[in-house]
C-alpha cells in the first residue's frame, strides 16, 4: 500500500490562511482523482474538495470560496489552500488519491484554528 506524504498543517488564528501538500512520486499520479478529506474530533470523515485528473475541482458546501485545491501533475504535488479559516475547520486532514479500485491515503496533517 503506497501512503500520501502530506505537510503544511499547524495552528492559526480565524481568519488566516494555510496551505496543505500532497505528494507520491511512487504512483501514475495524473491518472488518479485526488481529494482532501477531514476529521474533527468525535465526527465522520468528510469530503472538503476533490479534483479530477482534468483539474476541475469540487468543494463542501462549507468550505466553498475559501478553500482552493490544484494539482500539478509534473510534481507528483496536490495542494490545498485554506483563507479565511474558521475554528469549525479544525480538524486532521487527509489526503487521497482514487483510481478504481485503488484507493492511497495519507496519514494526516493537523489543522488547528484557535481564538
Known amino acids: 500500500q503506497v501512503q500520501l506524504l502530506e505537510s503544511g498543517g499547524g495552528l492559526v488564528q480565524p481568519g488566516g490562511s494555510l496551505r496543505l501538500s500532497c505528494a507520491q512520486p511512487e504512483i501514475s499520479f495524473s491518472l488518479y482523482v485526488m481529494g482532501w478529506y477531514r476529521q474533527a474530533p468525535g465526527k465522520q470523515r468528510e469530503l472538503v474538495a476533490r479534483i479530477t485528473t482534468d483539474g476541475v475541482p469540487n468543494y463542501s458546501d462549507s468550505v466553498k470560496g475559501r478553500f482552493t485545491i490544484s494539482r500539478d501533475n509534473a510534481k507528483n504535488t496536490m495542494y490545498l489552500q485554506m483563507n479565511s479559516l474558521k475554528p469549525e475547520d479544525t480538524a486532521v486532514y487527509y489526503c487521497?488519491?482514487?483510481?478504481?479500485?485503488?484507493?492511497?491515503w495519507g496519514q494526516g496533517t493537523q489543522v488547528t484554528v484557535f481564538s
Open positions: 487521497n488519491a482514487a483510481l478504481g479500485p485503488l484507493n492511497h
